[in-house]
């Protein structure tokens, strides 16, 4: 036995060059079907008594909202707050819903990157290519040091191309009339665009913008950091219009409103009777002219819940070999990343009893007294739209009510169906083997194995240390958990649900006093093989009540009484 340990050990140091901790692994479960909710309604109720119980405050007297939380088919919850003082002149819509119209700003960025990703699908362009092929006059000879032919439409809409962010808007000779109370030296327009903040926001053209870029520095090399830009949108709204030989207000409207049916969604000022209108607001009517691709779309709650359950059911489908709601660039601190054009928020301080991180996908928008926000959780399932006029605080507020008692009550939800349908005794259909086997759910560990007797044997103790990390630990430190794959041995008919076997350390003791590359971890999902199967692969066939373990040949049922004493067991305690 010693002499079989030390070959599968050797074995197994062939795998990875780099042994590490791993905690914590996610995706921990597959991506629920809420269908109408139900097991959300607790908490949507609850959301909906907070919520209630903060708008008597002042500041929602002139603020509006809109709030939904969508699943991956269907609208789960709605929240609408009509504020209470409106303009005397110009109401706009008095009572908001679903269909209320707001300026969107820079959630625009998402449908001009959609439109880029469907036309490299089309084969009409390449993410890869640099953007001087598709915008001629910046491989014109320019008294600027952008380097244009190095930047393509991917690092673009990744905010890794290192332009400046703005053009025409932010500067602050448009914003204070004695600058040197800020201890700024008078300074001329001579030789600043003529146009929108310059100029009373009249559109700037394609012409003004371009010659402006020509005479610009970058802020970085491309590719080097990424940095936020409203300019990178501005130029792939050009790109579209070259290659579609359309306008972008006219590509965008038959590419991706019509289609989703987002009735309520415009890039052409929308009229009164739906409209969102703050008071005092006097950016309704703006029109952004060549900067529409970065924030000029009109939209409603309603409407962006069917684009992000668009999203959520096609983000790995749209253009092969991109998964669009993946990370591009790492931005600021260890939570934050850029994607394309996306801004995706990592927390493990949500999950009231696990460390396991919780990925929002976002994209925020602000134009003046326009604020929202758009965020998905693919590992959930779930999409929620925020769209607030006025007060900025109010959709961090909001957010915060929203997003943090939405996922602790879908993590509840998610523990309860584990129990129900996967967690129990199991014992071969072979009935002459000595082997079983038993699944439980719990808060930290989600789906674990906390036993497998394979014919008399322990595989916990023996094998699957071998061919692991765990061999470096005693089993008191890590536990052996199931991870879904979200594939399908019968990938037609969704059936064969096939998960992975992984060891996972437990955080134990003081983790402040962790040694520092403690944090080391590569993700190595596919460890070992018997016989040309993978050692540590299960395949759930639900229909029929059975487990397949792919390198045993052998296939296992679970207890007729299993799944009740399970489900009460995860719930104890959790979910009251």
Same mark, same amino acid.
């Given at each position: 036995?010693?002499?079989?340990?030390?070959?599968?050990?050797?074995?197994?140091?062939? +795998?990875?060059?780099?042994?590490?901790?791993?905690?914590?692994?996610?995706?921990?479960?597959?991506?629920?079907?809420?269908?109408?909710?139900?097991? #959300?309604?607790?908490?949507?109720?609850?959301?909906?008594?907070?919520?209630?119980?903060?708008?008597?405050?002042?500041?929602?007297?002139?603020?509006?909202?809109?709030?939904?939380?969508t699943s991956n088919t269907e609208t789960l919850w709605t929240h609408y707050h009509s504020a209470r003082i409106h303009n005397a002149t110009r109401l706009g819509v008095k009572h908001v819903d679903g269909d209320s119209q707001y300026r969107i700003a820079s959630i625009t960025k998402t449908f001009t990157t959609l439109g880029i990703m469907y036309q490299h699908a089309a084969g009409n362009?390449?993410?890869?290519?640099?953007?001087?092929?598709?915008?001629?006059?910046?491989?014109?000879?320019?008294?600027?040091?952008?380097?244009?032919?190095?930047?393509?439409?991917?690092?673009?809409?990744?905010?890794?191309?290192?332009?400046?962010?703005?053009?025409?808007?932010?500067?602050?000779?448009?914003?204070?009339?004695?600058?040197?109370?800020?201890?700024?030296?008078?300074?001329?327009?001579?030789?600043?665009?003529?146009?929108?903040?310059?100029?009373?926001?009249?559109?700037?053209?394609?012409?003004?913008?371009?010659?402006?870029?020509?005479?610009?520095?970058?802020?970085?090399?491309?590719?080097?950091?990424?940095?936020?830009?409203?300019?990178?949108?501005?130029?792939?709204?050009?790109?579209?219009?070259?290659?579609?030989?359309?306008?972008?207000?006219?590509?965008?409207?038959?590419?991706?409103?019509?289609? +989703?049916?987002?009735?309520?969604?415009?890039?052409?000022?929308?009229?009164?009777?739906?409209?969102?209108?703050?008071?005092?607001?006097?950016?309704?009517?703006?029109?952004?002219?060549?900067?529409?691709?970065?924030?000029?779309?009109?939209?409603?709650?309603?409407? +962006?819940?069917?684009?992000?359950?668009?999203? #959520?059911?096609?983000?790995?489908?749209?253009?092969?070999?991109?998964?669009?709601?993946?990370?591009?660039?790492?931005?600021?601190?260890?939570?934050?990343?850029?994607?394309?054009p996306f801004e995706i928020f990592r927390t493990d301080r949500i999950l009231e009893e696990s460390r396991r991180p919780v990925t929002f996908v976002t994209k925020a928008g602000g134009e003046p007294d326009y604020f929202s926000?758009?965020?998905?959780?693919?590992?959930?399932?779930?999409?929620?739209?925020? +769209?607030?006029?006025?007060?900025?605080?109010?959709?961090?507020?909001?957010?915060?009510?929203?997003?943090?008692? #939405?996922?602790?009550?879908?993590?509840?939800?998610?523990?309860?169906?584990?129990?129900?349908?996967?967690?129990?005794?199991?014992?071969?259909?072979?009935?002459?083997?000595?082997?079983?086997?038993?699944?439980?759910?719990?808060?930290?560990?989600?789906?674990?194995?906390?036993?497998?007797?394979?014919?008399?044997?322990?595989?916990?103790?023996?094998?699957?240390?071998?061919?692991?990390?765990?061999?470096?630990?005693?089993?008191? #430190?890590?536990?052996?958990?199931?991870?879904?794959?979200?594939?399908?041995?019968?990938?037609?008919?969704?059936?064969?649900?096939?998960?992975?076997?992984?060891?996972?350390?437990?955080?134990?003791?003081?983790?402040?006093?962790?040694?520092?590359?403690?944090?080391?971890?590569?993700?190595?999902?596919?460890?070992?093989?018997?016989?040309?199967?993978?050692?540590?692969?299960?395949?759930?066939?639900?229909?029929?009540?059975?487990?397949?373990?792919?390198?045993?040949?052998?296939?296992?049922?679970?207890?007729?009484?299993?799944?009740?004493?399970?489900?009460?067991?995860?719930?104890?305690?959790?979910?009251?």
């Amino acid at each position: 036995m010693a002499r079989v340990s030390i070959i599968i050990a050797l074995a197994s140091a062939l +795998l990875s060059p780099v042994e590490a901790k791993c905690y914590d692994p996610s995706p921990a479960f597959p991506v629920p079907d809420w269908k109408d909710g139900a097991e #959300l309604k607790p908490a949507l109720d609850l959301i909906t008594d907070r919520l209630e119980a903060i708008v008597g405050g002042e500041k929602y007297d002139k603020t509006s909202f809109s709030v939904e939380i969508t699943s991956n088919t269907e609208t789960l919850w709605t929240h609408y707050h009509s504020a209470r003082i409106h303009n005397a002149t110009r109401l706009g819509v008095k009572h908001v819903d679903g269909d209320s119209q707001y300026r969107i700003a820079s959630i625009t960025k998402t449908f001009t990157t959609l439109g880029i990703m469907y036309q490299h699908a089309a084969g009409n362009l390449s993410l890869d290519d640099p953007l001087s092929r598709y915008i001629p006059e910046l491989a014109e000879k320019q008294a600027g040091t952008i380097p244009w032919h190095d930047i393509t439409l991917r690092s673009m809409a990744s905010q890794l191309s290192g332009i400046p962010r703005e053009m025409a808007q932010g500067d602050l000779i448009n914003r204070i009339d004695e600058p040197w109370k800020l201890g700024l030296p008078p300074v001329s327009k001579e030789g600043l665009p003529d146009c929108y903040e310059y100029k009373g926001h009249k559109p700037c053209t394609r012409a003004q913008l371009l010659n402006d870029l020509k005479r610009r520095s970058p802020v970085y090399a491309p590719n080097q950091q990424s940095t936020y830009s409203n300019v990178n949108l501005v130029l792939l709204g050009l790109v579209l219009e070259n290659v579609t030989g359309m306008s972008y207000s006219e590509y965008i409207d038959q590419a991706i409103f019509k289609p +989703l049916n987002m009735a309520s969604t415009s890039l052409e000022t929308p009229p009164d009777d739906h409209a969102v209108l703050p008071l005092g607001q006097y950016y309704w009517d703006i029109d952004e002219g060549v900067y529409r691709p970065t924030g000029g779309i009109y939209s409603s709650s309603s409407d +962006l819940s069917k684009f992000l359950r668009y999203i #959520l059911t096609h983000y790995n489908a749209i253009v092969k070999g991109l998964n669009w709601i993946m990370p591009a660039s790492w931005s600021m601190g260890m939570h934050n990343f850029y994607g394309m054009p996306f801004e995706i928020f990592r927390t493990d301080r949500i999950l009231e009893e696990s460390r396991r991180p919780v990925t929002f996908v976002t994209k925020a928008g602000g134009e003046p007294d326009y604020f929202s926000r758009i965020s998905m959780l693919p590992e959930y399932g779930l999409g929620i739209t925020t +769209l607030v006029t006025s007060e900025y605080g109010v959709l961090q507020e909001l957010q915060e009510i929203v997003s943090v008692t #939405l996922v602790r009550a879908a993590e509840s939800a998610v523990w309860s169906a584990l129990a129900s349908s996967y967690a129990g005794s199991y014992a071969a259909t072979d009935q002459s083997l000595n082997t079983s086997m038993h699944l439980s759910v719990s808060a930290g560990k989600v789906l674990e194995m906390t036993s497998f007797i394979s014919n008399g044997t322990d595989v916990l103790s023996t094998l699957l240390p071998e061919f692991s990390y765990a061999d470096q630990e005693p089993m008191a #430190l890590w536990h052996a958990q199931l991870q879904p794959t979200l594939l399908y041995k019968d990938f037609s008919h969704q059936r064969g649900e096939i998960w992975r076997l992984m060891t996972v350390s437990d955080r134990v003791g003081n983790q402040d006093e962790r040694p520092i590359f403690d944090d080391l971890c590569l993700t190595d999902v596919d460890f070992g093989s018997y016989g040309g199967l993978p050692i540590n692969e299960m395949v759930f066939w639900q229909e029929e009540g059975v487990v397949e373990l792919s390198a045993w040949r052998m296939n296992m049922t679970r207890a007729a009484n299993s799944a009740a004493e399970e489900t009460i067991e995860a719930m104890h305690g959790d979910l009251r």
